[in-house]
């Protein structure tokens, strides 16, 4: 009796064993793919647009059978725009196992401060918004930074264009004052030189300042044809606001970086006031000009269908945030293929040699290579401009 209670119980012990087996082979078949971004902040518009995004191609690429035989999940941390919450965020990230890719979300000033950290842990780092220059142009050999957003350098020019389009001979420029603002300024101050534009003067405004009486003061003393606008929704706000107080400024065109339309730009400044700016922001992605509409509906079917069935080509916030974010997870997923690793060395030296990807921005051809990993350039920057409803539309 006690024999066969024994090995009864052998058998039991056999099938838990199973079990837990069976269950730790699925565990370990799961790739993580991390999100560090502003999901609860001045830019949560543009951290849930990411996250919508990457969520997007990641179910479709798991529908397709995942990557090496296993399947992609997004792991989430909110860092609230706080750079050492950044950093916190990518040590823990950096110990999680199957970790093969962390993306980034809107703050330039984040990234920047986060740079050593992510070369100290090899962690692939793919940035979907963040714009300032030295974010991928910086001092790593290897260079463990990759982004499909815009880059300052490359946006300048586009901005300064725009103005001159309006009839400018001369713009003011209002920058934050951060290592994006700065990268801006730099920039735009680069391609007004090369265009025969002046610039009038400049004004840096602070996150979360208030009171921009000053600034805007010094603005009109300029009498400039135009104000270039560096900032993100809560400041952008407040600016807005203020030259909609000065009737020598409210009707100057504000030609204005895509900080803006990672927040609560519209509904702060109200459509009525809104409707009587001349307003327009850079972007890279619209469904109502994409270059495949085809993949475009199937795309926009997918979102409605995940998150919202009242989804439509135009009223989708943070938009580019969402379809840089989606194009960058099939990157990602494709240089894996190639890699046939998840070693993030490995990984990073394929992204680097990746030939061709058809996405949702654009047909990439060879977006990456070592000297450049910026997958969008200038040629693939336009303006938009808010119509009656709020929502962002293409020139």
Do not use: C
Request: aromatic share 8%; net charge neutral.
């Amino acid at each position: 009796m006690r024999l066969i209670i024994t090995m009864k119980h052998g058998i039991l012990f056999f099938f838990f064993l199973s079990v837990l087996s069976f269950g730790n082979t699925g565990l370990a078949k799961e790739l993580v793919i991390g999100l560090d971004a502003d999901m609860s902040s001045v830019a949560k518009t543009g951290g849930v647009a990411i996250q919508r995004g990457a969520q997007l191609a990641i179910n479709e690429i798991n529908e397709r059978g995942g990557v090496l035989g296993q399947t992609l999940v997004l792991s989430v941390r909110d860092h609230k725009g706080n750079p050492a919450r950044g950093i916190s965020n990518l040590k823990k990230f950096s110990k999680r196992e199957n970790l093969v890719a962390v993306l980034g979300g809107v703050h330039t000033p984040v990234v920047l401060q986060e740079l050593e950290t992510i070369h100290e842990n090899k962690l692939l780092f793919l940035v979907p918004w963040a714009a300032g220059t030295p974010i991928t142009s910086n001092s790593f050999s290897p260079n463990y930074v990759f982004r499909a957003s815009i880059r300052d350098k490359e946006a300048g020019p586009v901005l300064i264009k725009h103005a001159v389009g309006t009839g400018a001979k001369n713009v003011y420029l209002v920058l934050e004052r951060t290592g994006w603002g700065r990268s801006n300024e730099v920039s735009m101050r680069q391609a007004a030189k090369e265009s025969g534009l002046e610039v009038s003067g400049v004004s840096w405004i602070n996150w979360g300042q208030k009171n921009v009486t000053k600034e805007v003061s010094e603005i009109a003393a300029s009498d400039p044809d135009a104000i270039m606008l560096v900032a993100n929704a809560p400041e952008g706000v407040v600016v807005a606001n203020a030259l909609l107080s000065n009737p020598a400024l409210s009707n100057k065109p504000v030609i204005a970086h895509w900080g803006i339309a990672g927040g609560n730009f519209v509904n702060a400044v109200g459509l009525e006031q809104l409707s009587r700016l001349n307003v327009s922001t850079i972007q890279t992605f619209s469904f109502l000009n994409a270059y495949d509409q085809s993949k475009a509906s199937e795309v926009l079917s997918a979102y409605q269908s995940t998150y919202d069935p009242n989804a439509s080509q135009e009223n989708i916030q943070g938009v580019v945030g969402f379809a840089q974010a989606y194009d960058l997870v099939h990157m990602l997923a494709l240089a894996i293929k190639s890699a046939e690793s998840i070693e993030r060395p490995k990984v990073r030296d394929a992204l680097e040699a990746l030939e061709t990807y058809h996405g949702l921005i654009k047909h990439y051809e060879k977006p990456f290579s070592p000297d450049q990993h910026d997958a969008l350039l200038r040629d693939d920057y336009f303006m938009a401009a808010f119509n009656e409803n709020g929502n962002l539309v293409p020139n």
